[in-house]
């Protein structure tokens, strides 16, 4: 790697991340070519970094996590000060055996826990329980609390496991930007992490679920690829706080996945039909306007729009919700990296994965449409 790559990256643009040292990053980009011993080892030398307090950008089925060593007070400070991520903010405990969860959590875990792990573990699914002493303010962002999940990606798991402890890390992006779930899309951490190791595009594509078991009943702090409706069918009584004014659990109090495009959201209404007709009322307002617009539509709406000449990208299609999830946050980058100042986006029904969408499309949308 030259010194120009290095430090393409962009830094943070809050003040207290202004003097960031730029490092050398290394990439290492596995494929299903490799097998496990060619992944354990490559993947070594991260693994190495992390213990002496380095961080890693690494894939899991969600999307790429920034991680530290979870007992290395001085990288998890970095993983802030990287992102320029609020204080406060908490971050996700990822672990690679349900047996860590011992030295985390304090006192023994609710029967529901493992009820609950048994079903969705390893998976995109974070349980938040009392941590222990183990746990740093830092790590929790100064709660009581701990968030633990177990990934079911094999390099995540790797990694964790050759690191010898569990890897603190949220999302590989800069704090309220749409998270990374492509290669191209880590290149803003090259030159501020020492570590990438590259997986290319990320199955799923949203970040996981998150279940508070702090009381009775379970409180669901963050929607994901484990639906309400599967939740329910172990927890019938679960309550919702996706609005808390605390960042109870990250992605809940500040401002998430935004592009620096403006955002605006046409929720569902009726039917497609409806929804394409109020899609198109907004696209020629800001079109009278003077205004750059791309539209991100769906395999279903797309030739609607092209026909009219409207600039429309598909992020998938309604027939596959997860295609959706796979390409939605970098649909949201694309507005940007094609030069659109304002995105037009389709709403969905807020049912099964498409209330984790609604999620996510509604905090880009957030105080800027």
Known sequence: MDQNEKSRGLLPESKENADISVVSTKRVVLTDKHSLFQMQEMIKPAAEALKKGELAVFPT???????????????????????????DNPLIVHIADINETADLIHDSAPDLFYKLAERFWPGPVTFVLP????????????????????????????????????????SANISGKPSSTRSEHLQELVGKVEWIIDNGPITIGLESTIISLLQTP????RPGPITVEKLKEIIPNLEFN?????????????????????????????????????????????????????????????????????????????SNLYSIAQNLFHSLRTIDALGYRWGIIEGFEEAGLGFALMNRIEKAASGRS
């Open 131 to 170: 941590k222990s002493q183990k746990i740093s303010d830092t790590v929790s962002g100064g709660k009581p609390s701990v968030a633990i999940r177990f990934p079911s990606h094999p390099i995540a798991q790797i990694l964790i496991n050759l690191a010898g402890q569990p890897i603190a890390a949220p």
């Open 61 to 87: 089925e969600t999307v790429y996590g920034l991680g530290a060593g979870i007992y290395s007070e001085e990288g998890i400070k970095r993983i802030f000060q990287v992102k320029g991520r609020p204080s």
């Open 242 to 318: 996706l609005k808390s004014s605390k960042a109870l659990a990250p992605g809940m109090k500040y401002r998430h996945y935004a592009p620096e495009a403006l955002i605006k959201l046409v929720p569902w209404t009726e039917n497609l039909s409806k929804l394409v007709k109020d899609v198109e009322e907004y696209y020629i307002c800001l079109r009278e306007e003077k205004k750059e617009i791309l539209i991100l539509a769906t395999a279903e709406t797309i030739n609607y729009y092209s026909a009219r000449g409207y600039s429309a990208i598909s992020m998938g299609s309604r």
């Open 218 to 221: 379970p409180v669901l702090l």
